[in-house]
């Protein structure tokens, strides 16, 4: 099995170098796993000229899945468009076809004092919110800015989805709550909007096959509500690529914590894209200060979805709930005054653990 490892610009580095010690250190156990790395993002356009340069996407078409860092940095914000460091990620969401966004949230007992949440209400969370990735208003043409027959400028974009793109997306949800807790939440906004009405129609329709598996509708309005109130009633919530990008960056604030929480971008033959959630955090990259924890457990994501190896994958879950457990933080998840690790660290003590 081959990994191809995409680390990009900032902390990117530090932390899939840690993830990478975790892989190298499970395939000195007998996983058979390789990796080889390629420059992506600003780190692409360094090399290149371009932020997914074509070896990168040839070693990215021979994997079995891709470990992605971060990318960007002020260095490349005046850069034109087309070569900005989120063009390369962009990118290779677009050519895999990386249709499904899965983002667990999950509170950990050590960390329940990271939240802004009381603790009552979110301790023991574990959701995960399924984003559709590759269309909706996102993507619907047309768009753009015009002069209306009044002489006055608009904007407009095209929320759109089809058929079969919101079958996929609703059969995944139902497949992914099988392994858990057999409750899928489908969030739109059918009151006002045709197209999430027709999104609830398909999913109702999907649910037919998965009677098994329980089925709620809820407007979006009410989910950002109900995600604060009470966000351990969801155990799989699945939605559009606007709505899924909003709620799940509000979720990932229910554990309070950007440097915990892993990533899966999912093709139809089970290929991905695994990355941390958060960005390349150019104010502390280079200082070993980052968390590799959202990175590492994207690395168990990977082993799961990708290469279907479960085991391996619980025992780099358990290794970080361990870590955890000893005591070990970096500053992003520390409570004040106490004493915090490095990056690298935090990779020897999840090593140790595993
Ligand atoms: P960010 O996620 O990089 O940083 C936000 C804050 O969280 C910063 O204070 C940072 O220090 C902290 N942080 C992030 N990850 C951390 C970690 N692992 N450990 C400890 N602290 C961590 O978001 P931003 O500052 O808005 O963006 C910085 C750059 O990252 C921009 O160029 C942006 O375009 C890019 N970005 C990339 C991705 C991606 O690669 N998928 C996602 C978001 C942002």
């Not at 499970?26 to 790395?37: I, Q, R, S, T």
């Not at 502390?284 to 959202?294: E, K, S, W």
Request: glycine letters at 10%; proline letters at 5%.
């Amino acid at each position: 099995m081959k990994i191809a490892v995409l680390a990009g610009d900032g902390i990117g580095p530090e932390i899939t170098a840690q993830a990478v010690r975790v892989l190298q250190a499970l395939a000195a156990d007998g996983l058979a796993v390789e990796m080889e790395h390629a420059p992506v993002g600003g780190a692409g356009y360094d090399a290149s000229g371009d932020p997914l340069p074509e070896a990168t996407l040839k070693l990215a078409g021979q994997a079995d899945a891709i470990l992605f860092g971060s990318v960007g940095g002020p260095k490349y914000d005046t850069l034109p468009r087309a070569k900005r460091p989120e063009q390369g990620l962009l990118r290779l969401r677009k050519h895999f076809d990386l249709f499904a966004n899965l983002r667990p949230a999950i509170v950990y007992p050590e960390l329940a004092h990271a939240s802004t949440l009381k603790p009552e209400v979110i301790s023991g969370l574990d959701l995960l919110i399924l984003r559709e990735l590759t269309s909706d208003i996102y993507f619907g043409q047309p768009r753009g800015v015009r002069t209306n027959e009044n002489g006055e400028r608009e904007g407009f974009d095209t929320m759109r989805y089809t058929e079969s793109e919101i079958r996929r997306i609703a059969q995944l949800a139902f497949e992914t709550a099988r392994k858990r807790q057999r409750r899928v939440c489908s969030v739109d906004k059918a009151n006002v909007l045709e197209t999430t009405q027709f999104w609830r129609e398909v999913v109702t329709e999907v649910h037919g096959q998965y009677r098994d598996v329980e089925l709620t509708h809820m407007y979006v309005d009410n989910a950002a509500m109900q995600l604060v109130r009470d966000p351990r009633q969801f155990d799989v919530m699945v939605t559009g690529n606007m709505f899924g990008d909003i709620l799940s960056d509000e979720a990932s604030m229910l554990t309070g914590s950007i440097g915990m929480l892993p990533s899966a971008s999912l093709n139809a033959r089970g290929f991905g894209l695994y990355e941390p959630i958060h960005g390349s955090a150019p104010d502390i990259a280079g200082r070993n200060l980052a968390n590799p924890l959202a990175t590492i457990l994207s690395t168990a994501m990977l082993l799961r979805h990708s290469l279907h190896q479960e085991a391996a994958a619980r025992r780099v879950e358990a290794a970080v709930r361990k870590v955890l457990g000893q005591g070990f933080r970096t500053a992003d998840i520390a409570e004040t005054g106490k004493r915090t690790v490095g990056t690298r660290e935090m990779g020897d003590a999840v090593l140790a653990a595993l």
